[in-house]
């Protein structure tokens, strides 16, 4: 088996903590079961949205469960902000541009136009980019928390 990424270690801990089998996980959190599998054994990162699910569900930050942090706390906004008005904000309070983001964070430009125009999401580990780019929580920029 490959190393497991820092989240699927992180998510089994909280399983574990919880006595929880990934069926029951799916039943308490709404995750797919087939989904749950496999971020625990493939490597596959979640979407957003079931990032945000299993933040609220175990009640910790997505930079923790990234592995990004020890740290549990949260503070979630009810209900979770838009991706692409959070981005639109963090690049307006940076004070650049769209180009400088692409450029400095070795994004494809042809992205940050679909995330702007077609309300699409990055995916995790643009996100965790992202983050360190704009000096915030992953929380933050994906709309679960109101707090940097």
């Excluded at 929880?20 to 799916?26: A, D, I």
């Excluded at 699910?53 to 990234?66: A, Q, W």
């Amino acid at each position: 088996m490959d190393k497991l990424t820092p989240f699927a270690e992180r998510l089994f801990e909280l399983m574990q903590d919880k006595g929880l089998s990934n069926l029951q996980l799916e039943k308490e959190s709404g995750c797919p079961n087939t989904t749950v599998s496999a971020w625990l054994t493939k490597n596959v990162y979640p979407k957003r949205e079931n990032l945000i699910k299993l933040s609220r569900y175990f009640n910790c930050s997505i930079d923790y469960l990234m592995g990004l942090t020890d740290d549990k706390k949260i503070d979630i906004s009810n209900p979770p902000v838009n991706f692409k008005e959070r981005f639109i904000t963090l690049v307006k309070e940076k004070g650049v541009t769209y180009y400088r983001v692409h450029k400095e964070c070795v994004i494809p430009s042809n992205y940050i136009s679909r995330w702007l125009s077609k309300n699409l999401v990055p995916d995790v580990l643009t996100i965790i980019k992202l983050a360190a780019y704009f000096n915030c929580s992953t929380d933050y920029l994906l709309g679960n928390s109101n707090n940097k």
